[in-house]
């Protein structure tokens, strides 16, 4: 079946520097992608809406100069953190609905997760 | 898209049958109810979804009230490895989707 697919699965970088997440969305096409991120025993919390050849849109008080989205296929997203801080260390999970053509099957799935840790 | 609010936690016997309610009063009337389980340090995990009739299959059974505003996942024989958080979700049709706290499920030998 459809799966959503991201990596890294873990990355730890240092502060200052960013780091690319990639979101793919495996045997079906996505014109439209989510980010999530989730702090430790807090629920998924809606960063921004990744949309295909055009610019993400931000769910409020998330900063898009700080987190970058490009979705310049239909099967991928990308999420850049850009220069890295401790207080950005999270779980960073996508998702994309499967809406394509007569076989798509409306389900929604969610990335297996990328966990950033910023020393 | 609709808010959904369910109980923080809940205690099941292994062996038993978990039911996780879920109210989602604002739901529209062709959107779904979509349940996921995370297990630490996974992405959410599809169990079941569904519109307005009663849904089944080999991990849950999902029952959504006549007016659409409330909702139970039925795991029928719970074991210990469904310990988890489980969500209850309704995705606009576009898949944009507000998380609640969900139900930290805990299955007890």
């Known amino acids: 079946g459809a799966v959503v697919s991201q990596h890294p699965s873990w990355v730890i970088c240092k502060s200052g520097t960013s780091v690319k997440i990639e979101c793919r969305s495996l045997?079906?096409?996505?014109?439209?992608m989510f980010w999530y991120r989730q702090f430790p025993k807090q629920s998924l919390m809606l960063m921004a809406t990744?949309?295909?050849?055009?610019?993400?849109?931000?769910e409020q008080g998330v900063e898009k100069d700080k987190f970058l989205i490009n979705h310049a296929s239909l099967t991928l997203s990308t999420l850049t953190v850009t220069s890295a801080h401790p207080e950005d260390s999270s779980f960073y999970i996508c998702?994309?609905?499967?809406?394509?053509?007569?076989?798509?099957?409306?389900?929604?799935?969610f990335g297996e997760g990328s966990r950033l840790t910023v020393l | 898209d609709a808010k959904t609010t369910q109980p923080p936690s809940m205690d099941c016997a292994e062996g038993r049958a978990a039911n996780l309610p879920c109210n989602h009063s604002?739901?529209?009337?062709?959107?779904?109810v979509y349940w996921y389980r995370q297990i630490h340090s996974q992405g959410p995990q599809y169990i079941i979804h569904?519109?307005?009739n009663n849904e089944t299959n080999e991990m849950a059974s999902l029952i959504i009230t006549e007016d659409r505003k409330s909702s139970t996942l039925i795991l029928p024989h719970a074991t210990l490895r469904d310990t988890a958080v489980y969500y209850c979700?309704?995705?606009?049709?576009?898949?944009?989707?507000?998380f609640g706290d969900g139900t930290t499920l805990t299955v007890k030998p």
């Open positions: 998702s994309a609905r499967d809406l394509g053509g007569l076989a798509g099957t409306g389900e929604l799935f």
């Open positions: 045997d079906f096409q996505a014109t439209t």
């Open positions: 990744s949309n295909e050849g055009s610019k993400a849109t931000y």
């Open positions: 604002t739901i529209s009337g062709n959107e779904y």
């Open positions: 569904g519109l307005k």
């Open positions: 979700i309704v995705p606009t049709n576009a898949g944009k989707s507000t």
